[in-house]
């Protein structure tokens, strides 16, 4: 559940379920979302994007889902693992406006027990 | 094939001296960014080069900050009279945007970042 304060929102599950991460973006201009991943002591790293004119996105073992309608994004990770374990944070970008400064969320921790 | 390089991968100075920190990014790749994290939180975007264009700096927090992009390759974040505030991640990051080399041009690539300490 969400915290406050400087602690990033969390996210404990067991290793072998399903998790679902959750990000709220500002700009219903913007089109381009990417979901990253950054383990402790890294960059973060690309995992999925989606464009605005999709709603579902389908990697492996990630799917992404976009509601424009109330502004909201999730990732979904099948089968969670131990090595899922990171901060995941999603990033909005909006192409009409020419800018490729992305808008980054705050971040949620993925905790997985094993 | 190469990622995104940063160094000095940890920098300890002190208070009042001037730092300067590196960014090699993927060749080929001409959008370069800088972003700032602190402990346990999001990305702070700094600074943006893209090609031969001049940078966006809507970013840097103050004058004591500034960046250079030599030959659109190398990049250089120079914080003078760092004060513990400046304590953080300084991660860089580079995209394709425009360069012909596939991609959206808007996903990007980041290096492992540099830890600096001001004490």
């Known amino acids: 559940g969400e915290s406050v304060g400087l602690h990033l929102p969390t996210l404990s599950v067991q290793e072998g379920d399903n998790s679902i991460i959750n990000c709220a973006y500002s700009?219903?201009?913007?089109?381009?979302f990417i979901w990253y991943k950054q383990e402790s002591g890294k960059g973060p790293q690309f995992i999925i994007d989606i464009r605005s004119n999709m709603d579902k996105r389908q990697g492996q073992r990630v799917t992404v889902l976009l509601n424009k309608t109330v502004k909201h994004l999730s990732l979904q990770i099948a089968a969670t693992q131990p090595g899922d374990s990171a901060v995941y944070f999603c990033?909005?970008?909006?192409?009409?406006?020419?800018?490729?400064?992305?808008?980054f969320g705050r971040g949620t921790s993925l905790i997985v027990h094993p | 094939g190469a990622g995104v390089s940063q160094s000095p991968s940890n920098k300890v100075t002190e208070k009042g001296k001037d730092v300067e920190l590196r960014c090699d990014p993927i060749?080929?790749?001409?959008?370069l960014y800088w972003y700032r994290q602190s402990l346990g939180q999001g990305l702070e975007f700094l600074i943006y080069f893209q090609g031969n264009s001049a940078p966006d700096k809507s970013g840097l927090p103050s004058d004591r900050f500034s960046a250079e992009r030599t030959g659109g390759s190398v990049s250089t974040l120079t914080i003078q009279r760092t004060q513990q505030e400046d304590s953080a991640v300084y991660l860089c990051?580079?995209?394709?945007?425009?360069?012909?080399?596939?991609?959206?041009?808007?996903?990007?690539?980041f290096g492992p970042g540099t830890r600096l300490t001001v004490t």
């Open positions: 990033a909005e970008n909006m192409s009409a406006g020419g800018s490729y400064i992305p808008t």
């Open positions: 990051a580079s995209s394709p945007r425009g360069s012909g080399r596939g991609g959206t041009g808007y996903e990007q690539y």
């Open positions: 700009n219903s201009a913007s089109d381009y």
């Open positions: 060749s080929g790749h001409t959008a």
